[in-house]
């Protein structure tokens, strides 16, 4: 079975051009130690996990970013350390240059987003999946829930496969409509990848790719992305 949309958007291009400073600053009620916030982003490719403390809610992150970047902000209440996190308490966002302010009174989870564009785009898009990703975690909890013996089903499989392929149709469909209404968009270029699935087909995906703004295309992370659909078409052209 496929994994929720949010699990999927690890693969996100990533982009090194011009640096400029951003600021994530935020408070989340009246949280203070043992809990911490991590920032768990990409840099040159490689994924770095930044901690901050939390003092009565507050937080702040400091650095610098050429193209907004896809990070998660994850809270440990408990300050046991990433891995011994059973629930996380997350939200994923967009780091871009500029100063983002996080507010919630209870979890980053449930936290609104101020001064950044690309996080308003990304957070309208949820909105639009939001039916899309219950369905898929839905889904998710009926296999867990399970017995093995039904598991072992053949025909219990084959529905869940069937309600699975329908699900990212619909998910697709809504992504490919994102994409098409906003052409300016990082998270439009970000979501391609989610659009072309595990098997990406160069020749579908590139002119969606083209109906991108030239200050998208034009980007570090637009000109990775393009530079991997040459690779997939010249892949494809050895393989016959």
């Known amino acids: 079975m496929k994994n929720p949309l949010l699990l999927l958007f690890c693969t996100l291009p ?17 949280l203070n130690a043992p809990a911490k916030i991590y920032l768990q982003h990409q840099v040159d490719k490689k994924m ?3 901690t901050a403390k939390l003092v009565r809610g507050s937080f702040t992150f400091k650095g610098t970013v050429g193209d907004p970047e896809y990070a998660r902000l994850v ?9 011994a996190i059973r629930q996380p308490d997350l939200k994923t966002i967009f780091v871009e240059s500029g100063t983002i302010t996080f507010q919630s009174k209870d979890s980053i989870a449930n936290a609104s987003i101020s001064g950044s ?3 308003s785009e990304y957070q309208s898009l949820l909105k639009l999946l939001d039916p899309v990703i219950r369905a898929q975690k839905a889904l998710s909890a009926e296999y ?23 699900i990212t149709a619909e998910q697709n469909k809504i992504l490919a409509s994102f994409i098409k209404a906003n052409p300016g968009s990082f998270v ?16 579908e ?18 000109q990775e ?6 690779q997939l078409k010249a892949t494809a052209i050895g393989s016959i």
């Open 14 to 30: 990533v982009a090194m051009f011009a640096q400029q400073s951003y600021t994530l600053t935020g408070k989340i009620g009246e």
């Open 48 to 50: 770095v996990i930044d």
């Open 75 to 83: 809270i440990d209440h408990e300050g046991k350390g990433l891995q």
């Open 117 to 119: 564009k690309t996080n």
């Open 144 to 166: 867990q829930a399970a017995p093995q013996s039904k598991r072992e089903s053949k025909e219990f499989m084959a529905d869940l496969e069937k309600r699975d392929d329908a």
């Open 188 to 203: 439009s270029l970000a979501m391609l990848n989610n659009l072309a699935g595990a098997t990406p087909n160069p020749n």
């Open 205 to 222: 995906m590139e002119p969606i790719f083209n109906q991108l703004s030239d200050n998208i295309k034009n980007s570090k992370a637009g």
């Open 225 to 230: 992305y393009a530079k991997g659909l040459m």
